[in-house]
Nanobody, 120 residues
Framework: QVQLVESGGGLVQFGGSLRLSCAGSGYIFSAYVMGWYRQAPGKQRELVASITGNGNTNYGDSVKGRFTISRDNAEAAMYLQMNSLKPEDTAVYYC??????????????WGQGTQVTVSS
């Protein structure tokens, strides 16, 4: 059973930093693209950052230069270092694991989310 568990969320002041962690289990961690998504109240879930099994990264425009995604395949863990936090970063952050095995077969798993609140 695939399980993704986020941790590290909390309350931080404007300009502060926070580090999120995601622990994966029940699947071949290195075979999946891992990512962080976030959802603020009343808004759609959006991509924050993603990272492939061999370390290629992609970031949403709003977090480029401020956030850094990383992964440790040996530990089956993914991280998001968030710096220079802004109130607009306030959201529930979700860990995601994705793999497309064929044109019609895709696996997409989500963690339970962790709350990040940035005060103004």
């Amino acid at each position: 059973q695939v399980q993704l568990v986020e941790s590290g969320g909390g309350l931080v002041q404007f300009g502060g930093s926070l580090r999120l962690s995601c622990a994966g289990s029940g699947y071949i961690f290195s075979a999946y693209v891992m990512g962080w998504y976030r959802q603020a109240p009343g808004k759609q879930r959006e991509l924050v950052a993603s990272i492939t099994g061999n370390g290629n990264t992609n970031y949403g425009d709003s977090v480029k230069g401020r956030f850094t995604i990383s992964r440790d395949n040996a530990e089956a863990a993914m991280y998001l270092q968030m710096n220079s936090l802004k109130p607009e970063d306030t959201a529930v952050y979700y860990c995601n694991a994705k793999r497309q095995r064929s044109f019609s077969t895709i696996e997409n798993y989500w963690g339970q989310g962790t709350q990040v609140t940035v005060s103004s």
